[in-house]
């Protein structure tokens, strides 16, 4: 078999935490299967300034500054145009208008404008205006951008919907760690006598760290055990052990577990009574392996989307009143067995979902 050349864009797997790792490699591994050998650009460079960017949005056509751009960026340009596929794993980046959604915008509209290449962007979430509202200064040139592409898969309702919006024709999808976890056959069970994990988020400050710490702290007589999960396989998430720190302020008790590897941050979503979290594929973990979970929003209305595919309970906003009253009682709710999980049809149907995020490829 001959085999085709795919190059990933915004690969996160040694970035971040481990379910960006899962995520990737799902995704690495799929295209392998697909008959591509499989070339990447980490995110790390979707958010590192690039020469010659093009400043404005009608730069974006002008042959004259793509010929500047490709003359500053020749290895990456050369990545590009010798791909048959250039798949942008686009994740959480595509939101407002800033650096890392501005130059991952324009490397998939230089690759299908300039380079003539399929290109795909899947595995994402797409909010312009950084929420659900509409936005005269984004909406269009997103909109515009993007029904160039070749695939738009967004991996939750939401993003679906404001793209449709757009008049983008995008496909749902859904995002790819439940079927990393699949693929490996990690074992999906409940254990209600576990510790109860924490995770923080981009969302979270310090103040809302401690607060949240501190809406946990009754439930945690006895000998259950609060672990604070952390870990990637490189670059990981600057918050984390501030947060960790903030926590454990609150509650002297809290455990770190600085996961290191995959299947010891899996295990410990999966051997956990309850995940409290407001990060995003910490929340599809949990989802993916019976754990139940109480979560807080993330920068984006991502984590709404997917509870709300998933039929679990919504994100409790850290900025609404008693909102650790919330936490705590959802809390209690999920210790006692009355927090929803996600069914077997539920877990079927979001592995089909992130089938779209391949499809035609």
Known sequence: MLRKNCLILNFTANSYHWGCFGTSIEIYNTLVERGYYVNYL?????????PELPQQISDFDSSSIAKRFTTANMPMVRAITQADLVLCNGEGTLHEHALGPWQLLYLMYFAKKYANKTVALINHSAYP??????????????????????LVASREIHSTQILKR??????????????????????????????IILAGGVSLNNIMAKQLAAALHPLLEGDRKAVYLAGAKNNPAPEDLKHFEQMKSELPQLELLNASDMDEW?????????????????????????????????????????????????????????????????SERAL??????????TWQTILNLGEANFLNL
């Open 266 to 330: 899996i295990d410990g979503i999966s051997s956990a009574s309850l995940l409290v979290s407001a990060r995003f594929h910490h929340t599809i973990a949990a989802a993916s392996l019976q754990t139940p979970v109480v979560c807080l929003p993330s920068n984006t209305p991502k984590i709404e989307g997917i509870c709300s595919m998933l039929g679990l309970e919504p994100p409790i906003p850290p900025t609404e009143p008693d909102w650790q009253g919330r936490v705590q009682a959802a």
């Open 166 to 195: 757009l008049g983008v024709n995008a496909v749902q999808s859904f995002d790819c760690l439940p079927r990393f976890i699949a693929r490996n056959g990690y074992k999906r069970s409940v254990s209600p006598d576990g510790p």
């Open 129 to 150: 205006s950084g929420n659900l509202e509409p936005s005269e200064k984004v909406d269009q040139f997103y909109g515009e951008i993007l029904k160039h592409l070749d």
């Open 336 to 345: 006692s067995g009355n927090q929803p999980v996600i069914t077997d049809e």
């Open 42 to 50: 980490p995110v790390e460079q979707t958010h590192t300034p690039l």
